[in-house]
């Protein structure tokens, strides 16, 4: 499977708006990061963690041309408000587009894409199938096995996602005993990481260090990063562990 970084940064993606930093003022183009997503590749098949503002754009760069599915850890506007976007994957492909979520994070679609599931939808309305999930069952998607591990973001439950020796972690600031078991034997960790003061939600840079040793893969990548963790050619880490960058791909084992 090909993994691909289609966003790396935080709500407010970076540059930030009216911001002139030196991170948001970088000419280096991996200091340009759109809103957290992630491409998995697998022989014909792709799929989409998470479906964020800049899904459109993310989509036209990365030269995607069919969607089997998206997966979605929580009901974020950064990770949910580009499904509208959906609709030419509809017109192509002709058919409906699965979203598999958490029965919390479908319950919000409704709610924030009203005109999509009413009874009378809007025409043209992009065409959603929803799938609920849990952490408690793996589920297959074209051959392609799932497994779901909760972490949390603050108060709130997110649903990363593990294939193979690989998993995806994002928007955490810690996680249940039993759920860190299901990352044993992990070669390839994606965490998020924001900067490096504390969070109420999310991991700093020294905390996802940290969890990066508990689990002991052999590369980690950090992702959903804010401009106030410095350019990307000055931030110093330990052997191992990268930061993501936009467009960052490399390969990992399904099975």
Known sequence: MKVTFLGTGTSQGVPVIGCDCEVCLSTDERDKRLRTSALLQSGDHNFVI??????????LRAGVKTLDAILLTHE????????DDVRPFNFSMGKDMPI?????????????????????????????QLRPISKDQPFEIEGVRFLPVEVCHGNLSVLGFRVGDFAYL???????????QKLSGVRTLVVNALHHKPHYSHFNLEQAID????????????THISHRMGKYGEVILPPGIALAYDGLSFEVKED
């Open 211 to 222: 969890f990066i040793g508990r689990v002991g893969p052999k590369q980690a990548y950090l």
């Open 50 to 59: 998470d479906c964020g503002p800049d899904f459109r754009q993310q989509m």
């Open 76 to 83: 974020h506007n950064d990770h949910v408000i580009g499904m």
């Open 170 to 180: 994002t928007d955490m600031s810690g996680i249940a005993e039993t759920e860190l």
């Open 100 to 128: 598999y979520a958490a029965q919390r994070v479908e319950a919000e679609l409704k709610k924030r894409f009203a005109y999509v599931f009413d009874s009378n939808p809007y025409p043209g309305a992009p065409k959603l």
